[in-house]
């Protein structure tokens, strides 16, 4: 309710949404309309921080450039300029330069797109990691 109010008092109705909860196909209805994926993350009182988030994999393999947070294990999937960027926490500015320079420079965004599902399909996909697994076990 917090962010409804604040979009509201913004005037932001008309370029910012909360969609709540999605079926997969929905989710994947969304990527596919997307120029790219954003996900600010930060640490909490208590230090701890988003993991790995699948959704970012997700958003790289439906060929989308993201933008994340440098927290936790946010940063672990994405090579920074090639497939995505990483912005340092609560670094506000810097998320709005790096969506800015994807808007002026889309060929840059479509080929990190390109670069991000190439990498997922390389590093995460199902069957390469269970050969990658299977190999460690037989090494």
């Known amino acids: ?9 913004l005037g932001l109705e ?34 701890r921080c988003e993991n790995q988030g699948l959704v970012i994999q997700e958003a790289m393999a439906m060929g989308l450039p993201v933008i994340v947070s440098r927290v936790g294990g946010m940063q672990e999937g994405v090579i920074d300029g090639k497939t995505g960027y990483l912005i ?27 670069d991000a599902r190439i990498y997922v399909q390389t590093y995460y996909d199902s069957q390469n990691v269970t050969k990658k697994v299977i190999e460690l076990y037989e090494n």
Do not use: H, W
């Not at 670094?91 to 889309?106: G, P």
């Open 88 to 114: 340092e926490e609560n670094n506000l500015a810097a998320f709005v330069n790096k969506v800015k320079f994807l808007i002026e420079n889309r060929e840059i965004g479509i080929q990190m797109g390109e």
């Open 14 to 47: 008309a370029n910012v949404s909360l969609i709540g909860s999605k079926t997969q196909e929905e989710i994947q209805s969304i990527l596919n309309n997307s120029d790219l994926f954003i996900y600010p993350g930060i640490k909490d009182s208590y230090g």
């Open 1 to 9: 309710e917090e962010c409804r109010k604040m979009i509201v008092n």
